[in-house]
C-alpha cells in the first residue's frame, strides 16, 4: 500500500522557517517524480515545487522561488522542503505527492503551516 | 506556462450525469496527462482519473475522463450521481515535463 506521512508543520512567526518531510513506502521511491502541492485555508491547491526521480530536474512556484528549497533522499525513502523567510500567506496545510507516471497519483494527509505572530 | 480553468460550481441530481471541464489556456491539452482527483471536506485530495482516462482500482466505472483537442479541453464525467460525490474536483497537467499545473477546482453538489 502507498503511503505517504508528512511531518514538521507547526506555528512559526514571520520570517521563521521550518523543514517540512515525507516519508513514503509501498513503492519504489526512487522512480517516481515528487510534489509540494498547499491549500490555504477555504481555498484551492496550489502547486509549490516538484523534484525529478533523480534530483535532476527541481521547479519552484513564483511566489515561492528564492525561499523555500525541496530536496529528497532516495535512501531514506523521503522528501522534504526547507521553507525560509516563512510569511502569513505560508499559511496552508502542505501535501507531498507523488506523480503518476504510468500509476495514480497519491497524497499524504498534509501538514498544517500556520504563520503568525 | 499556460492556466487550466474550470466552472467554479455544478450541480445535479442524484441518478443524473454531469460533467466537468477544464480547458487549457494555451498549448495542446493533448500535449501532456490530464489528472482528476476529488477532495472531500476535511480530507486530503484521492485520484479519480490519471492519464486523461485511466480510472485507478476501487474508482467506481462511474467517473471516466476524456480529452477534446477542437475545446482544448479535458473532462471528467460523473454518471449515476451519488450523494457520496459531493466534494470538490480538481484536474492537474503539467508543464516542463514535472512541473504541475492545477484548475481552480469546481464544487459539485449532488441535491
Known amino acids: 500500500e502507498v503511503q505517504l506521512v508528512e511531518s514538521g508543520g507547526g506555528l512559526v512567526k514571520p520570517g521563521g522557517s521550518l523543514r517540512l518531510s515525507c516519508a513514503a513506502s509501498g513503492f519504489t521511491f526512487s522512480s517516481y517524480s515528487m510534489n509540494w502541492v498547499r491549500q490555504a485555508p477555504g481555498k484551492g491547491l496550489e502547486w509549490v515545487s516538484s523534484i525529478s526521480s533523480s534530483s535532476s530536474y527541481i521547479y519552484y512556484a513564483d511566489s515561492v522561488k528564492g525561499r523555500f528549497t525541496i530536496s529528497r533522499d532516495n535512501a531514506k525513502n523521503s522528501l522534504y522542503l526547507q521553507m525560509n523567510s516563512l510569511r502569513a500567506e505560508d499559511t496552508a496545510v502542505y501535501y507531498c505527492?507523488?506523480?503518476?507516471?504510468?500509476?495514480?497519483?497519491?497524497w499524504g494527509q498534509g501538514t498544517l503551516v500556520t504563520v503568525s505572530s | 506556462n499556460f492556466m487550466l480553468t474550470q466552472p467554479h460550481s455544478v450541480s445535479e441530481s442524484p441518478g443524473k450525469t454531469v460533467t466537468i471541464s477544464c480547458t487549457r489556456s494555451s498549448g495542446s491539452i493533448a500535449s501532456n496527462y490530464v489528472q482528476w482527483y476529488q477532495q472531500r471536506p476535511g480530507s486530503s485530495p484521492t485520484t479519480v482519473i490519471y492519464?486523461?482516462?485511466?480510472?485507478p482500482s476501487g474508482v467506481p466505472d462511474r467517473f471516466s475522463g476524456s480529452i477534446d483537442s477542437s475545446s482544448n479541453s479535458a473532462s471528467l464525467t460523473i454518471s449515476g450521481l451519488k450523494t457520496e460525490d459531493e466534494a470538490d474536483y480538481y484536474c492537474q497537467s503539467y508543464d516542463s515535463s514535472i512541473l504541475w499545473v492545477f484548475g481552480g477546482g469546481t464544487k459539485l453538489t449532488v441535491l
Open positions: 505527492a507523488r506523480d503518476s507516471g504510468g500509476d495514480p497519483a497519491y
Open positions: 492519464e486523461d482516462n485511466q480510472r
